[in-house]
């Protein structure tokens, strides 16, 4: 139904749609006084359609359901089906377990949310697990949580064998994990920075500088959807500058976690 | 190509199962909008272009997505939902791999779904350092909880082992040499190939009349750069030595021995060493064309043995298995010699490669025709014991027969006198059978024990199974020449095209009782019929015929047509006659769409029973349990639960993996 048809089409005054009036269907009425009559008040919720019945009622291996519902129970697997089965799980369990999956992200799980445009169901994905926890239900991290199973936020490419010639040239440096050393040296280097006299911090500043207008046209001649990834970088450096970074307590705990999460997909790193 | 609104959901669920969320995003994102370049496809999703790229580079690894660089350097992805689709299959091909070649085999093949597509050398490191994290997943940095390790090593393959074991796989089709064409969009092949043609034979100019020149010119070239990749062993092999190779494609022993002998059901060949290496560089992966190819063979099996009976279907899997060599593809563009082109085989090989264990004496039905025949042998032949046995058979088959064989059987015994010379089996058994003996002992037939029946009873037997599939009413199998006791192909598209019908009748048998069943086949015997018509032919009451077909029709299975009579077309028009019709095809597409629905919500509910069992999930995956039995360390009542889970999950995979049947029918084969 469009939108004028709906509460406002249905008045007297519009005229609208035909048919979609608010008024009550006296057909059904009867058809529901009848209905109770002949079940004395009780109406099953899925009542079992009158085919079926017709169709099946020699056999007697049909088990009611509980709800009344008209459930066929299919036939038992064969042993063929059953090692189908294993083999398609142990597979999947191979899988999840591997490098190449990712977890959800997704906020909530149990209750989700009806969505309507591209904007709220890219809004349900990519949360921060820690941001978002339940304090009641999950938020103490116990001993035993260390056991629990990896999660990837992104799939783990380092120490796989790929062959670089089948895929698009603009993934290569992922394949080889180059984006993780960049961020990997951008970390090093603010960790030395730190340690560094003025003088020489200066200078490295200069080439950096430098070095980021190099890379910069070169990123505008090429790929745009480079552009992103520069302004992270260049606001983490900020923040580095601002204040060393020294009293974020939350990147206290956090930035660990990020780090390994950034190093395994990535680089080439083997801890 | 539109995809239905379902096939898209059970796609993305699929990914989403198998290969997570981040990817899932990205392939759901590219199915709905087409194909897209990285920009956009973070625009639609909020990716990170980093996280976008490595999601992007899983799904080409596993061949879910096609790329394409135009030369100015933007890619393109498109997503490939049959590879997506084809992610539910890989239990079926473990299965078949592990039937035929055993569990070392199905190991391999499970690691190659793994990896997507590898290289020859990096499977083989991959096997030889157990600890090497592209095998064993999360095992690297963590080695003494490494369980996936376990599995792998209860089946460790040497390197020879697996280059025998791949190449026998290769040999089939099972994996297939990948090339960069494989990760091309067909369209964007198709274009490129047109494209250069065009330059190189036209100079870029197109008019009227090359330009259907140019397409048969494309798709000619086109084959050839498949039967090219076909042509796998010129390239690959290093070193083609006496083994396989030498003379695995027809009559090799090694391929003999292992294709009936009895025990590779169960057990694991010895893989020894034939000289043959498989070149390190080549890049494999398995071949989902060539599996749905014994899937479908295994569909036609089962359907046999529905319709005609276990013995028979025996024989028409040793028929199909045989065929399966020459077939890469189930479903092959037409051709107008497609009759002759069709592969063949040769009753006396069937007999040959039939396994000793089946009887193939029994199943063979004879009724009417039978008395007299039988009086007769007895008296030529004076071999009442042969005779006796085949009557307890006969008795025996009875059970597992439907009436429609018992229609064909007098013509399967009318017919074979056409054929004297080679047939009849009873009348001149004794008369013929030196000479034949002679002219069937064949190669290295050689200590095969005599069983029950010699073996030329054998031969003829066989051949009344294949009289009896030949005549059934699905034309199982056609007849293709004379030699060697017949030879016989298979024309699969007919086939399917009964399965397809039978599938439906009974579906609409099921939705809609007897009578809506009865009304359906007429429409599709008589074509469009008048309400009239339909209510004198189908013996039913007016209102009936009406109700009846009005409920099939809300539900799209029958539809109607108008024909007026005049110009005027009004409402109430008396000039105007309506025909019901059904539509085999239309029907297709609408059970197709209701399969992917019903997978889809099959997955769906499989994600809220693993919701619901999450406190008990979460145990077993905890990565110091995971590789211990659950029994170990669960009480009684999470055990409980952790059952009733296990149970539900495996109903609802092998339900999956039932519907999956259907769509096969009705899709792939």
């Known amino acids: 139904m469009s939108f004028r048809g709906g509460r406002g089409g249905g008045g007297p005054g519009r005229g609208g749609l035909k048919g979609a009036t608010w008024t009550q269907d006296e057909d059904l009425e009867i058809i529901a006084r009848k209905m109770k009559q002949i079940n004395k008040g009780k109406t099953s919720i899925f009542p079992v359609s009158d085919i079926h019945t017709q169709h099946k009622r020699g056999s007697n291996n049909i088990q009611e359901h509980p709800t009344g519902a008209n459930v066929k129970r299919p036939k038992p697997m064969t042993a063929r089906e059953r090692r189908q089965v294993r083999h398609f799980k142990a597979l999947q369990e191979l899988t999840h377990r591997g490098p190449l999956y990712t977890q959800s992200t997704k906020r909530n799980v149990e209750n989700p949310v009806k969505t309507f445009s591209e904007e709220q169901f890219n809004m349900q994905y990519g949360t921060d697990r820690k941001a978002n926890m339940d304090p009641f239900t999950e938020g103490v991290e116990t001993y035993s949580d260390r056991h629990a199973p990896p999660k990837n936020v992104i799939p783990r490419l380092s120490g796989r064998p790929f062959n670089k010639e089948l895929f698009p040239e603009e993934l290569w440096s992922t394949l080889e994990g180059d984006e993780g050393n960049q961020g990997r040296r951008h970390l090093n280097y603010a960790i030395n920075r730190k340690f560094m006299d003025p003088a020489a911090r200066m200078r490295a500043q200069r080439a950096r500088l430098d070095r980021m207008e190099a890379n910069g046209g070169d990123d505008i001649e090429g790929l745009d959807e480079d552009m992103p990834e520069i302004e992270e970088e260049m606001d983490d450096e900020y923040d580095d500058d601002e204040m060393g970074d020294d009293y974020n307590a939350e990147q206290y705990f956090d930035n660990g976690d990020d780090m390994d999460d950034d190093g395994d997909g990535g680089g080439a790193d083997d801890y | ?669």
């Open chain 2, 1 to 669: 190509m539109s995809r239905s609104q379902y096939a898209v959901e059970l796609c993305a669920l699929l990914v989403d199962e198998t290969y997570g969320e981040l990817t899932s995003r990205i392939f759901t994102t590219l199915l709905r909008k087409g194909r897209l370049p990285i920009a956009t496809i973070s625009k639609h999703t909020r990716l990170t272009p980093r996280a976008l790229r490595h999601g992007l580079a899983v799904l080409i690894q596993q061949n879910l997505v096609y790329h394409h660089t135009v030369p100015k350097g933007l890619t393109h992805y498109e997503a490939n939902d049959d590879a997506a689709y084809n992610l539910t299959r890989s239990g079926k091909i473990m299965e078949i791999v592990e039937s035929r070649y055993g569990p070392r085999a199905r190991d391999v093949v499970q690691n190659l779904f793994l990896h997507g597509h590898i290289k020859v050398s990096d499977l083989a490191d991959a096997y030889k350092s157990p600890q090497q994290p592209a095998v064993n997943g999360k095992a690297n940095g963590h080695p003494a909880v490494n369980g996936v390790n376990g599995h792998a090593n209860a089946n460790v393959v040497s390197e020879v082992q697996l280059d025998v074991i791949l190449v026998e796989l290769l040999e089939l089709g099972l994996i297939e040499p990948v090339v960069e064409r494989m990760f091309r969009s067909p369209a964007d092949t198709r274009l490129e190939v047109e494209n250069r043609i065009l330059r190189d034979e036209y100079n870029g100019e197109v008019k009227g009349k090359t330009k259907e020149l140019l397409q048969g010119k494309s798709k000619e070239k086109l084959e050839e750069m498949e039967a090219e990749n076909r042509e796998w062993k010129s390239k690959v092999l290093k070193r083609p030595l006496n083994g396989v190779l030498a003379n695995g494609v027809n009559g090799s022993s090694k391929r003999r021995r292992l294709s009936h002998s009895g025990a590779s059901i169960n057990g694991d060949h010895a893989y020894e060493d034939d000289g043959t290496r498989l070149d390190p560089n080549l890049v494999i992966r398995i071949n989902h064309e060539k599996c749905a190819v014994l899937l479908r063979n295994f569909q036609l099996v089962e359907a046999v043995k529905d319709r005609i009976g276990e013995t028979t279907s025996q024989v028409y899997a040793e028929l199909l298995k045989r065929l399966e060599k020459k077939i890469t593809k189930c479903q092959t563009p037409k051709t107008e010699d497609d009759d002759q082109d069709r592969p063949s085989v040769m009753t006396k090989d069937i007999a040959a490669w039939l396994p000793k264990s089946v009887n193939v004496a029994l199943g063979i039905g004879k009724t009417a025709v039978d008395a007299p025949r039988a009086g007769n042998i007895g008296e030529m032949t004076g071999s009442p014991p042969f005779n006796r046995k085949r009557k307890a058979d006969d008795l025996e088959a009875k059970a597992d027969r439907n009436g429609s064989d018992d229609e064909d059987r007098p013509v399967v015994n009318g017919n074979g006198t056409t054929h004297d010379e080679e047939d009849d089996p009873f009348l001149d058994d004794t008369a013929v059978k030196p000479t034949k003996r002679q002219k069937v002992t064949f190669v290295d037939n050689v200590q095969r024990p005599e069983g029950f029946h010699t073996k030329d009873d054998r031969i003829l037997q066989v051949k009344d199974h294949l009289f009896l599939l030949e005549h059934d009413k699905y034309g199982f199998v056609t007849k293709a020449g004379m030699n060697g006791h017949g030879e016989w192909s298979v024309d699969f598209e007919n086939i399917i095209k009964h399965l397809r019908e039978a599938e439906i009748d009974k579906l609409v048998l099921e939705m809609f009782g007897p009578t809506g069943h009865r009304l359906v086949r007429m429409l599709r015997k008589m074509g469009k019929l008048d309400e009239k018509v339909l209510k004198d032919t189908a013996l039913m009451k007016q209102k009936d015929v009406r109700t009846k077909l009005a409920e099939l029709q809300l539900s799209g299975w029958v539809d109607i047509q108008e024909v007026p009579k005049d110009g005027t077309r009004g409402a109430n028009n008396a000039r105007v006659i309506f025909l019901w019709f059904f539509d085999n095809e239309r029907c297709s597409t609408l059970v197709l769409d209701h399969t992917y629905k019903a997978m889809s919500r099959l997955l769906e509910r499989l994600g809220v029973e693993r919701l619901r069992a999450k406190s008990v999930l979460e145990l077993t995956q905890r990565r110091d349990m995971r590789d211990k039995p659950p029994d170990e360390y669960l009480t009684q009542t999470q055990m409980n639960e952790l059952n009733a889970f296990r149970d539900r999950e495996e109903m609802l995979l092998g339900q999956l993996n039932r519907l999956d049947e259907i769509v096969g029918i009705f899709r792939d084969y």
